[in-house]
């Protein structure tokens, strides 16, 4: 469970400054915004990848979420992998070169960078997983942003009301300030009353799955889902797992989650959206630490799928055929 640090792995000071790197060295191409405070008060950064990039164009957006947990430290690397691969493959592949011209992409490279600093800080890292929020008449620390979402918020045995519980889902939907500035920077997107962003994933380790909503409910097509909405994120989860060699399923199906962000992305912003599981398949694999040397191939190994999500990011709905 606990592990040696490795240095192999991206401390928060050193992810800003790859993003500061990758930004200095594609203008035109990449910037970044701080999109908000962590509890301790980090910045939160995005990173914007488009052609014109200054430029707010009418263009598909594309969201990738990382690191909502703390211990999950290879979602950062699979960040600092797209950043690399969208920036540098512009202009000598053509396949990514149309893929940055027609759509907006954004990074939240960190959405939990006290988390992760507090994980990396021990003598060993210390299995932590939620941010790192007091408790009001607790001694025990943390929300888990994953289950402090606002819709259906605590609503289905998916959570905790216990701080002392590691699904622990907060006083309130949005009482983490992390995920509080996500979702404003989500509804933010929304131009003339319509959603710019149409598909996302949020990248967790482990398990090696993709999965998509909804957590709260075994049901597939109900209230807020209609049988083709289902259909399309069965499908291009299908689709993206025959790439990696995931597993694709209903979030539910691993365990049923209330408050989780792919419940608030599609059921509040009607974006078609993923939740990631990252290597290793299982506990015997590393668990949550894998060692640094497996960076490359389990990152490299989800280029497939994520081209494959930014290419049906123009119209999801065409996957299952339709026009919507
Ligand atoms: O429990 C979670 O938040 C995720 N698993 S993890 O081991 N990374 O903590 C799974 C979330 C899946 N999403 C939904 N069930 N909606
Ligand atoms: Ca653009
Ligand atoms: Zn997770």
């Avoid at 592990?3 to 000071?13: E, M, N």
């Avoid at 970044?32 to 962590?38: A, F, I, R, W």
């Avoid at 592949?93 to 490279?109: A, K, Q, Y």
């Avoid at 006083?171 to 500035?181: D, I, N, Q, T, Y």
């Amino acid at each position: 469970t606990f592990a040696s640090p490795d240095p192999g792995y991206t401390t928060y000071p050193e992810l800003l400054d790859i993003v500061d790197d990758v930004v200095a060295d594609h203008p035109g191409l990449a910037s970044q915004q701080v999109y908000g405070q962590s509890y301790e008060g980090r910045d939160l950064v995005a990173v914007k990848i488009s052609d014109n990039v200054s430029v707010d164009e009418d263009q598909p957006e594309v969201l990738f979420v990382h690191s909502q947990h703390a211990r999950e430290h290879l979602t950062v690397e699979m960040a600092v992998y797209l950043l690399d691969l969208l920036t540098d493959g512009y202009g000598n592949d053509p396949r990514i070169t149309e893929l940055v011209d027609n759509r907006e992409i954004w990074i939240l490279p960190n959405a939990n960078p006290d988390g992760s600093e507090y994980d990396m800080a021990g003598t060993n890292w210390r299995n932590w997983r939620k941010n790192r929020q007091p408790n009001q008449g607790s001694s025990a620390v943390g929300t888990d942003m994953n289950r402090n979402w606002d819709h259906k918020w605590g609503c289905c045995g998916g959570s905790s009301g216990n701080p002392s519980s590691l699904t622990y889902r907060g006083a309130a939907p949005e009482s983490s300030p992390e995920v509080a500035a996500i979702a404003d920077f989500v509804r933010g997107r929304a131009v003339g009353g319509e959603q710019q962003i149409t598909s996302a994933i949020d990248f967790h380790t482990y398990s090696e799955l993709i999965l998509w909503p909804f957590g709260y409910t075994y049901d597939e097509a109900t209230e807020g889902m209609t049988q083709e909405e289902y259909d399309t994120h069965e499908a291009l989860g299908t689709y993206m797992a025959q790439a990696n060699g995931y597993t694709p399923q209903q979030s539910s199906d691993l365990y049923v989650t209330d408050g989780s962000i792919n419940d608030w992305l599609w059921a509040d912003q009607g974006i078609v959206n993923f939740t990631y599981e990252m290597y290793p398949r299982s506990w015997w694999g590393g668990g949550f630490y894998p060692p640094s040397s497996v960076i490359g191939r389990e990152t490299s190994r989800n280029e497939e799928a994520v081209l494959r999500l930014l290419d049906y990011a123009d119209c999801p709905y065409r996957i299952i055929g339709e026009e919507e």
